[in-house]
C-alpha cells in the first residue's frame, strides 16, 4: 500500500508540470536580443527534459544533432553573450555552459568525439543556517574565453534538474546548443575533454544527491570547468587570477560557520581589493540577476535597488 501511494503522489507531481519547463532559445549579444532559436538549434521535444546518461540527445537536445536550419553567429573571443529562457529555470540545480570545437562548421558539427568542455559551473550558495540557494534565473550571462582559439564552435547551455532525487526520481537534463564562429581568439588550449554521452556517468554525488535531506555541499557533475580561459596565451593559473575583474562589490566572504561553501572554480579567483579596474559606478541601474560587472564589461555597474553586485568570477559579475 506504502508504495501505491508512494507511486500515486509522484504521478500526479509529473503531471502538474508537464506543460511549463524552459528552453534556453534566446541568445544576446552586443546589445541584441535574438528571437527563439536564433543561432540555437531548435529542439523537437518541446520543453521536455533529456534524462538517458547514453543518448546522443545528451549534446544538443532531441532534434539538435543537426543544424536545421539554424545559421552561425561571429562573435569574438571575450565578448559577453546572455542565454534566456521561455520560462525562467525553476527545478533546483546547477547550470552550466560546454563548448566544443567542430572540425569543420558549427553547422555541420553533431557534437560528437571528445571534445567538449565546460567554461561555466553555476550552484547553489549555503547559507550559514545550512539552507541552499539555486541560482534559477530567467538569463544566464557569461564571457566567450579570451584565450579560446578561432574557429567554429557548439556552445552549449544545461541546466540539470535535481528536484527529483535519484532513485526514486531522475535527473532532467535541458540544454540547447548555439552555433558561434570565435574570431580574435587567443591561443588557450582547452580543457579537460569529455564526450557527451559518457561525460556524467550517474554516480557523481552531484548527480545522486538528495538536495532535501542533509544538504551541505554540492559538487556541479562532469569535468572541471577550464582554468585558462583568461590566459592570453595559456592555461597557466596565475595568469587566471591576474586579470581584474570589474566588480564594485567584493566576493561575499566565506562563511566562517562549519557549512561549506562550494563556489566549484570560481573560488580560486583572487578578487583583490586595489584592483585597478575597478570603475565607479554607471549608468541606468541593472535589473537584478542582470550583468554589473566582469572582464570587458562596459555596461552599468550601478544594481537596481535591492539588488547588489556580485562577482560570481573575473568575467562575470551579477546583481543579486
Ligand atoms: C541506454 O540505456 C538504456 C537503459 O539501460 C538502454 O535500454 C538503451 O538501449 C541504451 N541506449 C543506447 C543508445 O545505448
Ligand atoms: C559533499 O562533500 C563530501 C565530503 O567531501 C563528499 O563525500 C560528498 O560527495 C559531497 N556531496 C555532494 C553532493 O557533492
Ligand atoms: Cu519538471
Redesign the pocket.
Known sequence: MKSYAFLFAGLSLLATHTSAHYIFERLTHAGTEYPAYTYIRQNTNYNSPVTALNSTDLRCNVGGETAGSTTTITVNAGDAFSITTDTAVYHDGPFSIYMAKAPTTAAEFDGSGQVWFKIYDLGPTFAADGTSTWPLYQTYSYTIPPALPNGDYLLRFQQLGIHNPWPAGIPQFYVECAQITVTGGGSGTPGPLVSIPGYITGD???Y??N?YSN?????IPGPSVWSGQSAAGGSSPSSVASVAPVSTAPVQPVSSSSV?V?QTTSASVVITPTDTAVVAPTGVPVAKYGQCGGTGWTGSTTCASGSTCKATNQYYSQCL
Request: hydrophobic share 40%; no cysteine.
Open positions: 557523481e554525488p552531484g545522486t544527491v538536495i544538504f551541505h555541499n554540492y559538487t561549506a562550494v
